[in-house]
């Protein structure tokens, strides 16, 4: 089937999105106000993101009804839309063109001068937040949207000109396919969602897929010391550019490496070898130095200027959910953090070690059954960095329990730990048991932030 084009669109036409109050709906909604089109949509229930396009002129829907539908000249829908929504079974019979949430953005890119892709099994966000702030700083007034609350722009994304767009490039379903990139940063390529995925060689050919969408006029961006990113770009016929810490021979690599004791870096960037820059980061973590390495290649290659690419690191303190600090209990310090991949767990616990605590304690909330079957194994070696694990139901988000994966299953593979089926429960248990000078991590894609939000003080 040919892709979208906003070509097909006349000036104002009627948008109908089923599922605006989404994240990425949402601000997908907002940019295409910002284009002049007329906007209707309709979500489960109303809330601070229903609010807000209300308020800015769209007309919103809570609840979903065939009726609805009143003869938009397209309709978007987010992929967790079941194929006999009301809405888009409506749709469908009047023949109204109809398509899904990231081809529509695919669509979108194309008016913009520079879309700037950020692809990965992990740090999506973090690197799209750098990037943003970056060319905040640099005065371009770019338009963003990232995957979590960014401080610095009130929320997840930034209505700006029509020339910069930095955004996530997400792999699921191979949604990222429908994207034409000017820049591509690919931070690195693991096994994950392997509901939809065969295998690594499978992933590890659709991020090819992916990588050669990129302009023939921009570049690839790769992090070398991963072991399948290189992979991707082989034989990619795109202008690629590498970075790396452990990777010498990458073009860009970070030096004289310091970690203060908020677990923050500060380097030196070089370029084939020559210093740069100095770099000081205000985000905890080692894995962040190769994020700020990926988003530093990008800007010179835009040719942003290297003032910018110090103040926009400096000033990136993290998103929501990313390692966010949400209060105390009895001395202990509280974080949230969205990991929920044994990669990314391994990096949040390794900077939380770093950081001086006398016990860390992880609750996890495992995020989807077929992850926490397939990575299983992976999950037991990284938790016990912790030196207290707690492990709750598995979150099923979009998948249905099919009787062969369960929490106990992980938590019988790390001595010490404790399975709790119940949030309050697990709350309780750690009211009586933090101490001061303790830091407790609540773990997970899912809801488990609220038991943080439950145990802290105001």
């Known amino acids: 089937m040919q892709e979208f084009r906003m070509s097909q669109l006349k000036p104002g036409a009627h948008v109908h999105m089923i599922g605006i109050g989404g994240i990425s709906m949402s601000a997908l909604a907002h940019m295409l106000m910002d284009f002049g089109f007329r ?10 993101l229903t609010d807000d396009l209300a308020a800015a002129g769209a007309e919103i829907h809570i609840g979903q009804s065939a009726q609805n539908i009143k003869n938009p000249d397209l309709v978007c829908y987010t992929a967790a839309i079941s194929p006999e929504n009301p809405e888009l079974m409506a749709a469908r019979n009047l023949q109204i ?89 690919i931070t690195n390529v693991e096994e994950d969602h392997l ?72 380097f030196t960037v070089c370029y084939q070898g020559n210093p740069l820059t100095e770099i000081q980061l205000s985000v905890a973590g080692e894995h962040n130095i190769l994020n700020a390495l990926g988003v530093t290649a990008a800007a010179m290659f835009l040719g942003l200027p290297l003032e910018a690419v110090r103040k926009g690191l400096a000033e990136f303190g993290g998103t929501k959910r990313r390692f966010e ?11 949230d953090d969205y990991a929920h ?18 016990r860390i304690w992880t609750v996890f909330q495992p995020h989807t059954f077929s992850r926490t ?14 030196d207290k694990v707690m492990i709750a139901d598995i979150y099923p988000a979009r998948e249905t329990y099919d009787g062969t994966i369960h929490s106990c299953d992980l938590a019988s593979k790390i001595p010490g730990s404790i399975y709790m089926s119940d949030m309050y429960a697990i709350a309780r248990y750690l009211k009586s048991n933090l101490k001061e000078g303790d830091l407790l991590i609540t773990m997970g894609a899912g809801d488990v932030n609220k038991i943080a939000y439950a145990l802290r003080e105001d």
């Open 195 to 266: 509901d939809y995925f065969s295998d690594i060689n499978h992933i590890i050919s659709s991020f090819e897929k992916f990588a050669s969408l990129t302009s023939p006029h921009g570049c690839i961006i790769v992090c070398s010391d991963d072991e399948h990113a290189p992979k991707v770009v082989q034989n990619v016929e795109k202008k690629v550019i590498t970075y790396g810490v452990k990777s010498k021979n990458a073009d860009y690599t970070a030096h004289n490496i310091h970690i203060n004791k908020q677990g923050c870096a500060s």
């Open 373 to 386: 079957k397939h990575l299983l194994e992976d999950f037991a070696k990284v938790l016990p960095l912790s």
């Open 39 to 48: 906007i209707s949509g309709s979500d489960a229930k109303a809330s601070n």
């Open 97 to 185: 063109p109809v398509i899904e949430r990231a081809e529509l953005l695919g669509a979108l890119m194309e008016l913009y001068q520079y879309p700037i892709a950020i692809a990965g099994t992990h740090g999506k966000t973090t690197t799209t937040s750098m990037m943003a702030l970056v060319l905040l700083a640099a005065k371009t007034d770019p338009t963003i949207l990232v995957g979590g609350e960014l401080a610095q722009i009130g929320g997840n994304f930034r209505l700006g000109s029509k020339e910069y767009l930095p955004f996530e490039a997400c792999e699921y379903v191979e949604s990222f396919l429908h994207f034409r990139p000017f820049l591509s940063i």
């Open 325 to 335: 600090k949400v209060g105390t209990c009895g001395g202990c310090d509280l974080v």
């Open 341 to 358: 991949h044994p990669t990314e767990i391994r990096a949040t616990l390794e900077a939380a070690k770093s950081m001086g605590y006398e």
